[in-house]
């Protein structure tokens, strides 16, 4: 049975074909073959309030620069990892909704953090966040990458009962790059004691969760240590909004790995953690769906 793809969005910009770049090394990591497309539309309006001839004309530029950006990604895919199968799919219809159906039976979605800009349907940045919600598979956007790789997959482990495909992922990925794997556990309360000198210090009850958390965090790591022995592994938990925290591990990883729910993307809380970090981090995501 041949691999699933990896699939990856471009619309001709730098940041689109900086994750083509991803995306291409991630197919030879995995010796798969590499999907690229792109789709073209036209600016919100325009048909109402131009003729059916400038209507045209527009549609063909787009369609052009659509063709154009698909050939010059595939080009630099070729180039950054030979022997990898390349081919590329032109997509029809609302950008956001055809690339985020273009993923589906792939391995994964890779996208650009921004796009051209040049018109509403070619935001890469908009189709980006929308994939990460809504796609069946594993979405990965790629913001800014380090000059040399750390050597670390960092994941996010929220309910210990629904993360089973998000650490499949993210030890499948760390066992690839032949990195280690930190998994950061955050927890948040409200209230907050002071002391006299003003001083903001973890009270009795919260040290205890803590520790609790620690050892439930330890104990799911311990069934994946032994799934993957070659994988260094290591546990943080850490008191302060899910969101801040790793967005702060992705200035130290290669990639973080956070979970979603395919089935209710727009839970409450979830949902903030998730932009918060596409927003905000220092390098590659990947959101991963889970039941």
Same mark, same amino acid.
């Given at each position: 049975? =041949? /691999?699933k793809p990896i699939v990856a969005g471009t619309d001709g910009s730098e940041e689109s074909l900086r994750a083509v770049d991803w995306a291409a090394r991630e197919a030879a990591l995995r010796g798969a073959p590499l999907r690229i497309v792109a789709a073209a539309g036209a600016p919100p309006g325009m048909k109402s309030r131009a003729g059916a001839g400038e209507y045209a004309r527009v549609t063909d530029v787009l369609l052009g620069e659509r063709d154009q950006a698909l050939a010059a990604a595939a080009e630099r *895919? /070729?180039?950054? /990892? &030979? +022997? #990898? %199968?390349i081919d590329t799919d032109p997509l029809h219809g609302p950008a956001a909704r055809a690339v985020t159906e273009s993923g589906a039976g792939a391995q994964m %979605? #890779?996208?650009g953090s921004r796009g051209? +800009? *040049?018109? /509403?349907? %070619? %935001?890469? +940045?908009? #189709?980006s966040r929308y994939a990460a919600s809504h796609a069946s598979c594993p979405v990965v956007v790629i913001r800014d990458e380090a000059p040399s790789p750390h050597g670390l997959v960092g994941v996010g482990v929220g309910d210990p009962d629904t993360c089973g495909d998000v650490l499949t992922f993210a030890f499948e990925e760390a066992s690839l790059r032949k990195a280690g794997l930190l998994a950061v556990h955050a927890w948040h309360t409200p209230q907050t004691d002071f002391s006299r000198a003003g001083q903001a210090f973890t009270l009795p009850g919260e040290q205890a969760d803590a520790a609790n958390a620690a050892r439930h965090l330890a104990g799911l790591l311990d069934d994946w240590r032994g799934k993957y022995p070659d994988v260094p592994v290591s546990q943080e938990v850490v008191h302060g909004h899910p969101g801040r925290a790793l967005v702060g591990l992705s200035a130290r990883a290669d990639l973080v790995v956070i979970g979603r729910h395919?089935?209710? &993307? +727009?839970? &409450?809380? =979830?949902?903030? #953690?998730r932009h918060a970090v596409l927003n905000h981090a220092h390098g590659p995501v990947a959101t991963v769906p889970s039941a």
């Open positions: 049975m =041949a /691999a *895919a /070729a180039k950054t /990892a &030979p +022997g #990898v %199968l %979605l #890779v996208l051209i +800009g *040049a018109f /509403a349907a %070619l %935001l890469l +940045g908009s #189709v395919a089935k209710h &993307p +727009g839970l &409450p809380g =979830a949902g903030s #953690v």
